[in-house]
T-cell receptor
Framework: AQRVTQPEKLLSVFKGAPVELKCNYS??????LFWYVQYSRQRLQLLLR??SRESIKGFTADLNKGETSFHLKKPFAQEEDSAMYYC?????????????FGKGTKLSVIP | DGGITQSPKYLFRKEGQNVTLSCEQN?????MYWYRQDPGQGLRLIYY???????QKGDIAEGYSVSREKKESFPLTVTSAQKNPTAFYLC???????????FGDGTRLSIL
């Protein structure tokens, strides 16, 4: 069964410091990986997906199949980055298209 | 901003009663989903629907039921068989099953 692990429940960093939110997955097929974000009093929304290979709000994430990881990174944290971040995996090969979410990491950027 | 509307935001029910949560979307999306979120947990899929008049069980469908009679609506009924119904429920939709999902604001259900 597919599984997504976010080892940190809470991550606190100072403004301007680099950020890395960890995500590891276990899956034997062809996964699609996503990062979703929920800002305070806002809806859960898609931040980025690995197949896009884009940078959103300064965040990037690289799929490392060897390490089965999809860590989210930003070189300089901003206060507005404080939010709840969820890593998610979708089975793109079996046709079910179900998303499996990690438990989330709360990022707190200290001014 | 439109999109997906879940109502009500907070819902209280007595133990043993069925309760229905509403989810409406005006995005013309074919696929819709229901997730449950518990404190310290990720989202877990309850049911999903690929198209009107079709729906499939997710990982935790026991004690829940859904219908998809209209494209824009995907109501979730929490039945009295659901052993621990108090939770935060999120509805989502996407153009098709393999496209990014858009989420509603959620409904917090409390069983008294």
């Amino acid at each position: 069964a597919q599984r997504v692990t976010q080892p940190e429940k809470l991550l606190s960093v100072f403004k301007g410091a680099p950020v890395e939110l960890k995500c590891n997955y276990s899956y034997s097929g062809s996964p699609e990986l996503f990062w979703y974000v929920q800002y305070s009093r806002q809806r859960l929304q898609l931040l980025l997906r690995h197949i896009s290979r884009e940078s959103i709000k300064g965040f990037t994430a690289d799929l490392n199949k060897g390490e089965t990881s999809f860590h989210l990174k930003k070189p300089f944290a901003q206060e507005e980055d404080s939010a709840m971040y969820y890593c998610a995996l979708r089975d793109s090969g079996a046709g079910s298209y179900q998303l499996t979410f990690g438990k989330g990491t709360k990022l707190s950027v200290i001014p | 901003d439109g999109g997906i509307t879940q109502s009500p935001k907070y819902l209280f029910r007595k133990e043993g009663q069925n309760v229905t949560l509403s989810c409406e979307q005006n995005l013309n999306h074919d696929a819709m989903y229901w997730y449950r979120q518990d404190p310290g947990q990720g989202l877990r899929l309850i049911y999903y629907s690929q198209i009107v008049n079709d729906f499939q069980k997710g990982d935790i469908a026991e004690g829940y039921s859904v219908s998809r009679e209209k494209k824009e609506s995907f109501p979730l009924t929490v039945t009295s068989a659901q052993k621990n119904p108090t939770a935060f429920y999120l509805c989502a939709s996407s153009t098709t099953l393999n496209q990014p999902q858009h989420f509603g604001d959620g409904t917090r259900l409390s069983i008294l």
